[in-house]
């Protein structure tokens, strides 16, 4: 495909899976009519890019579908001056549109393949990329204005709420009664709580798993 074909398709996310889904803000309609989401998947899977399903990346992870990554960095509110962590950088694609609503990026990827793969997209970028286990977060940079969680979760860890800073946001995909939901949460004091918003589809990320419980 050309450089004008994928344009086209960019054009016609924006027009067919942002607009017409509640992604309202002009800051996110416009980084991510700008950013090419081609060039943060595989070179074989460039022609899926802008189909509203997720997009293989390889080591069992995949590239959120527009319409989901449109939708949470909308209710996110992200400011201009906001210090931001992205847990789960995957390939650099959600970190590449934030540098564009944020002051600062710290992007979080555990997966040494990924790590490399976004290294290589976000090269030039002023985003801080760092390894690490993704439940744990990144305290050495906290604590974060806001702190998203760029895939589906089953729980929301405690220590990625301590990095938080006072009324700080979080913004992630959580699986509620086996639906995949989009929520948002601000912290206050000692408390936090999430606010589901949308049900959407988001690709899972690991290690993020509720804890069994037994019942006798």
């Not at 399903?53 to 319409?67: H, Q």
């Not at 050495?140 to 702190?147: E, R, T």
Request: charged share 25%.
């Amino acid at each position: 495909m050309t450089e004008q074909n994928f344009e086209a398709m960019r054009r016609a996310m924006v027009e067919s899976q942002l607009r017409t889904t509640g992604v309202n803000d002009p800051r996110v309609i416009a980084a991510m009519a700008e950013v090419p989401r081609e060039r943060f998947v595989p070179v074989e899977r460039r022609a899926f890019a802008y189909m509203d399903r997720p997009v293989a990346l390889g080591s069992g992870r995949a590239l959120n579908i527009p319409e989901a990554t449109g939708l949470l960095l909308t209710a996110a509110a992200v400011r201009a001056e906001d210090k931001v962590l992205l847990v789960g950088a995957g390939s650099g694609y959600t970190a590449a549109l934030l540098e564009k609503l944020a002051a600062h990026v710290v992007a979080l990827e555990e997966d040494p393949a990924l790590l490399t793969f976004a290294r290589e997209n976000l090269g030039g970028t002023r985003i801080e990329l760092v390894e690490g286990p993704l439940t744990q977060g990144w305290a050495a940079a906290a604590p974060y204005d806001l702190i998203v969680i760029d895939g589906l979760v089953e729980e929301v860890p405690q220590a990625l709420v301590d990095q938080l800073a006072e009324t700080g946001r979080l913004a992630c995909a959580i699986l509620d009664r086996e639906t995949s939901r989009l929520a948002v949460g601000r912290k206050a004091g000692i408390g936090f709580g999430l606010d589901l918003f949308a049900d959407c589809e988001a690709a899972a990320l690991p290690g993020f798993a509720r804890p069994k419980t037994f019942v006798f």
